[in-house]
């Protein structure tokens, strides 16, 4: 089992910046696909951003320019930098291993924590 924690939500103003973090208990990051995900009050889970093995990197149509998925292998984080958010932005936000890849998404493990959230005020 790959446990993951999230980390760094918070409340904002709509324009405003925030930078989720996802960090390993007992593995290394660095030989998974990860991605990010999210969801908000009444809808389901949305794929938001991977980064892959090879450090390629996959985005959501409506978060592509302004969201950003990139790891720090020395910290054993993969980081989601939030930029120009929108009040739709507002939701939980959860990181988990891909299975695979299957471009543009990620193909999550079943393995969830308790996220991360996040609320863009109008």
């Known amino acids: 089992q790959v446990q993951l924690v999230e980390s760094g939500g918070g409340l904002v103003q709509a324009g405003g910046s925030l930078r989720l973090s996802c960090a390993a208990s007992?593995?290394?990051?660095?030989?998974?696909?990860i991605g990010w995900f999210r969801q908000a009050p009444g809808k389901e889970r949305e794929f938001v951003a991977a980064?892959?093995?090879?450090?390629?990197?996959y985005y959501a149509e409506s978060v592509k320019g302004r969201l950003a998925i990139s790891r720090d292998n020395a910290k054993n984080t993969v980081s989601l930098q939030m930029n120009s958010l929108k009040p739709e932005d507002t939701a939980v936000y959860y990181c988990?291993?891909?299975?695979?890849?299957?471009?543009?998404?990620?193909?999550?493990?079943?393995?969830w924590g308790q996220g991360t959230q996040v609320t863009v005020s109008s």
């Open positions: 988990a291993r891909c299975r695979y890849i299957v471009s543009p998404t990620c193909a999550p493990e079943n393995y």
């Open positions: 007992g593995r290394t990051l660095s030989t998974y696909s």
């Open positions: 980064i892959g093995k090879d450090d390629a990197t």
